[in-house]
Structures are given as structure tokens and as C-alpha cells.
């Protein structure tokens, strides 16, 4: 079962799972970390600014989950963007050793397979951090993706695009393709940290934490992997039936133990 923790807020999540990251990169200065896009783990990156400060980051390596199909690598809000502007850049990283899927269209057949084998030369990825999509969708397998899925590339649904338009003058620029990780690509991280803030993730919270395991939700492959934290705030923690269960084991959780 995943280990659910329900924090005051985005900022206590930020500091939790940056101290888990940091003690990772304390273990193993090489670590292999998976990253996730989106609002979601702003937080995460914003509280490893201090927290990495003054820490030997230099053999740090990283996989983005996801990236867009078609869109101009240097538009601002390609995940190839994002991630050099929210992680590499402010915390130091070095540049060469952070990957992101290739959504350019030349070649596209081959990029998916490409990045399998680049995750794979690294001896995989330590800790991967999730957000969840308002359908269940995980990097961005949306209902109906295989649990033994590796990177392709995927169709996003329109509710997908919708929550995305934000990012974009409208909805009609929002890119219909992208290219993900698979579930099964996904699982094969030693360690998911899936976070989730506000009431509009609350109904994908529960069907991934506490639903039946199925394709149609994606996010409840998190059931099928051994080592699994879930990090999120009351409001995503609404419609959990067992929210007090989670408070209680955490709260009683022996510090040797760690996440
Ligand atoms: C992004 C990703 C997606 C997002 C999800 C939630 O790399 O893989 O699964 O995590 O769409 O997005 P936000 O965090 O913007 O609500």
C-alpha cells in the first residue's frame, strides 16, 4: 500500500520531499531523479533551492516524465523549457546530464525507444516525483494506457488540454500530442512520490490511492509498486475513506523508518 501523508499545505510538501531528495543525493551523489512537470511540484523545486545550497549537485542526473509533440523546443512552455527555467537552472544542475523526451517530429518513432535505453544506461531512476492529471492520467498516460506502457507517444484528451490551456493563450494551442513514460516505465522507479494539492485532484486522489486498479485510471498503477509516497494536502485528501488511518500510521511512523 502507498504511504499516504496529509500535509498543512504546498509549502510542508516542498520541505518533506526535499529532505528525502537531498538525502538521496547525500547516499548517492550520482542519483538518478525523475521529474514531473506542471504545478504540481513547484513546491518540490522551490524548497530544494535551500535545501541544495552549498550541495555537490554536479553529478546529479534526471528524466523528465513527459514533453510535448511538435512544439518548438524553445517555446516557453516546452517541458524542455520548464524544466531548464524550474530545476536545472536554480538549483545548478548540470545541463548535460538532464534528459527530456524529444517531442521534435523528426525522428519522432524513434525517440521513445531512444529514451527507454538513455533511463536504462543510467541503471534507472531512484526517486521519480508524480503530480496526477484531473482524469487519473500519470506523466501523461491518459484512461485507457497500458500498465506495461514504455515511452511513446500518446494522444492528450481534451480534459487534459483544458486543465493545460492555462499555460497557453488558449485551448487551441495547446498541443494534441505529447510523448510519456509508460506505466511500465513509471513502476520501474525505485521510488514514486506522487503529490496532489486542491479539491479538483481529491476524485483522482482516491480512485489512485483507494479505487480498483485499472487501465481506466492510470494513477492506480501507484498500487502495484512497492515503495510509494503519497503527499497531499486536506483538500486533495477529501475523498479519501481512510484519511484518518493514514494520519494516525504517519504520526506514529518510528524516524528510522524515513519515506
Ligand atoms: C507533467 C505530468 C502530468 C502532471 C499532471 C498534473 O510532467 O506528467 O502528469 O503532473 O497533468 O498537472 P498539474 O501539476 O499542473 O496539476
Known sequence: MAEVVIVPDRAAAGALIA?????????RPDAVLGLATGSTPLPVYEALRSRLAGVDVSR???FALDEYVGLDPAHPESYRSVIAREVVEPLGLDPD??????????????HGEDYEAAIAAAGGV????LGIGTDGHIGFNEPGSSFASRTRVKTLTRQTRADNARFFPSIDDVPRHCITQGLGTILDARHLVLLAFGERKAAA???AVEGAVTASLPGSA???HPHVTVVI???????????????????GKPEWQGL
Open 205 to 207: 486522489v482516491a480512485g
Open 97 to 110: 546530464r538532464i534528459r527530456v523526451p524529444d517531442g521534435t517530429l523528426d525522428g519522432i518513432e524513434h
Open 233 to 251: 494536502d486536506e483538500p486533495a485528501a477529501s475523498r479519501l475513506a481512510h484519511a484518518d488511518y493514514y494520519r494516525e500510521a504517519f504520526a
Open 19 to 27: 529532505e528525502e531528495i537531498a538525502a538521496l543525493i547525500a547516499r
Open 126 to 129: 531512484d526517486l521519480q516525483i
Open 222 to 224: 501507484i498500487q502495484l
Open 60 to 62: 546529479v542526473r534526471a
